[in-house]
């Protein structure tokens, strides 16, 4: 599973598995913690997930979470 980022003005937008995601940061860049939100197709929130201390975590943590939501929808 791999999430597809967006380039240029949807830079912190990506898709993974007929889910949309955002990524997004706070802080200084010394100290900067990473987030993201998980939306269905329908362009219903799903969840808002974080800080993670680095994008790989935060990245990890939303296919982690995609391959949850798919297992629960398949049983």
Do not use: Q
Request: glycine fraction near 10%.
């Amino acid at each position: 599973m791999k999430i597809n980022w967006g380039k240029g003005g949807s830079f912190n937008h990506g898709r993974i598995e007929g889910y949309r995601c955002e990524r997004y940061s706070v802080g200084e860049k010394d100290n900067r913690k990473h987030w993201y939100m998980l939306a269905d197709p329908h362009l219903t929130y799903l969840c808002a997930k974080g800080p993670f201390n680095t994008p790989e975590e935060r990245d990890t943590a939303i296919v982690e979470e995609v391959r949850k939501r798919e297992l629960a929808n398949n049983s």
